[in-house]
Antibody, heavy 119, light 107 residues
């Protein structure tokens, strides 16, 4: 059974960079796309982007200038960095696995981690 | 970006009811639509993809239909564990987008 677990600071100051890591267990990262999705009361569920196990990325244009994703298959981890954060970036952040290249839906999710942007 | 609009935003129902949730895309998305169920404090759970394909392990009382711009999720006989918020998601084009959610509450 694949499991995902987000980790990182729960509080980030405005203008700083939010950094989260997702650790994958119970399965290989190979041949899968891995995504970050966030959820806030104001904007609902928002797909932030994905990273392929090989390192190829695709970001949501609404965040493209601020988001960076990376992967370390040797550690079974992938990461998210979101720069220049504001209060609008306060949300629950989920990491998730993309089911397949033909059905790009999310079949496994982490439990989510709340990140608050505040000074 | 493709806008996904769900209706209603919320409603009340009773155990045993047949309920239907609608999702409309702002442009045609063929059958590239998924449905998720989310309970408070939990991550969304994949129910259906490709508009009508049931994810492994999901009860058969959940059915999805539609193509193009109009889609429905039906729960044939609502169980207590089905009271939750449901989201649709399109994966026809980037950026992948979600509907705003439909909350199913106990009457």
């Amino acid at each position: 059974q694949v499991q995902l677990q987000e980790s990182g600071p729960g509080l980030v100051k405005p203008s700083e960079t939010l950094s989260l890591t997702c650790t994958v267990s119970g399965g290989s990262m190979s041949s899968f796309y891995w995504s970050w999705i966030r959820q806030s009361p104001g904007t609902g569920l928002e797909w932030m982007g994905y990273i392929y196990y090989s390192g190829t990325t695709n970001y949501n244009p609404s965040l493209k200038s601020r988001v960076t994703m990376s992967v370390d298959t040797s550690k079974n981890q992938f990461s998210l960095k979101l720069s220049s954060v504001t209060a609008a970036d306060t949300a629950v952040y989920y990491c998730a696995r993309v089911y397949s290249s033909s059905s790009t839906v999310f079949d496994y999710w982490g439990q989510g981690t709340l990140v608050t942007v505040s000074s | 970006a493709i806008r996904m609009t769900q209706s209603p935003s919320s409603f009340s129902a009773s155990t045993g009811d047949r309920v239907t949730i609608t999702c409309r895309a702002s442009q045609g998305i063929s059958s590239y639509l998924a449905w998720y169920q989310q309970k408070p404090g939990k991550a969304p759970k994949l129910l259906i993809y490709a508009a009508s394909t049931l994810q492994s392990g999901v009860p058969s009382r959940f059915t999805g239909s539609g193509s193009g711009t109009d889609f429905t999720l039906t729960v044939s006989c609502l169980q207590s564990e089905d009271f939750a918020t449901y989201y649709c998601q399109q994966y026809y084009s980037y950026p992948w987008t979600f509907g705003q959610g439909t909350k199913v509450e106990i009457k």
